[in-house]
């Protein structure tokens, strides 16, 4: 398993489980729940944030949240 914000633009991965339960219920709550594919679509100049793509919208993750999200990434 890889972290989110190792993935690249344009890479899917399925979501896989959380490593804070801190974070959890907000992410929950944004439609990132366990075995929701989801999409890398940009990162900002900067490194952060990144925009991602799952449950049917487009929604923007500071780089330390996606640290938080473990996903297996697909072909």
Do not use: H, T
């Amino acid at each position: 398993m890889k972290k989110l914000s190792d993935l690249g633009i344009g890479r899917k991965a399925i979501i896989r489980e959380f490593q804070k339960d801190d974070i959890f219920i907000k992410l929950m709550e944004m439609g990132c729940i366990p075995g929701e594919v989801i999409r890398i679509d940009q990162v900002a100049p900067l490194g952060d944030p990144i925009c991602i793509s799952v449950a049917g919208y487009s929604l923007s993750l500071r780089v330390n949240e996606a640290e938080q999200i473990l996903v297996e990434e697909l072909a």
